[in-house]
């Protein structure tokens, strides 16, 4: 799913919502927001690196050098300023997700709201 977000393939982002949808059980919704939010998380940090090489970013954002390519192509398509946006929905969703504010809002709706907030 994170890959499919950093290139902004919504296609398949809806595809995988739907999976998560129909098998709740295997995924949380406090767990898919919180693998998310830990992307976005990252992605600012690669915004704010200096020396982008592979070796130092992989080092920095503590993920193996052969993902640095996703976050690249994130870096491309969402702007500092959008990914703090995300970031911002992201929190807004994880509370609405543990019932405040929004008890009778389904997990399935609010992961579609989420994927509105990041594509938009």
Do not use: C, W
């Not at 990252?42 to 080092?59: E, I, M, R, V």
């Amino acid at each position: 799913m994170r890959k499919a977000i950093g290139e902004k393939n919504q296609m398949k982002a809806y595809q995988i919502i739907e999976y998560f949808a129909q098998n709740p059980k295997d995924n949380p919704i406090v767990v898919t927001t919180g693998l998310v939010f830990g992307f976005f998380s990252q992605l600012l940090q690669y915004h704010g690196l200096k020396d982008k090489s592979a070796k130092n970013a992989a080092s920095v954002l503590k993920v193996n050098p052969y993902f640095i390519k996703d976050y690249e192509a994130a870096f491309r398509n969402y702007p500092m300023k959008k990914v703090s946006a995300i970031v911002a929905a992201l929190r807004d969703i994880d509370v609405k997700s543990k019932g405040v504010g929004a008890s009778s809002i389904s997990h399935h709706d609010l992961l579609k709201e989420l994927m509105i907030k990041i594509f938009n």
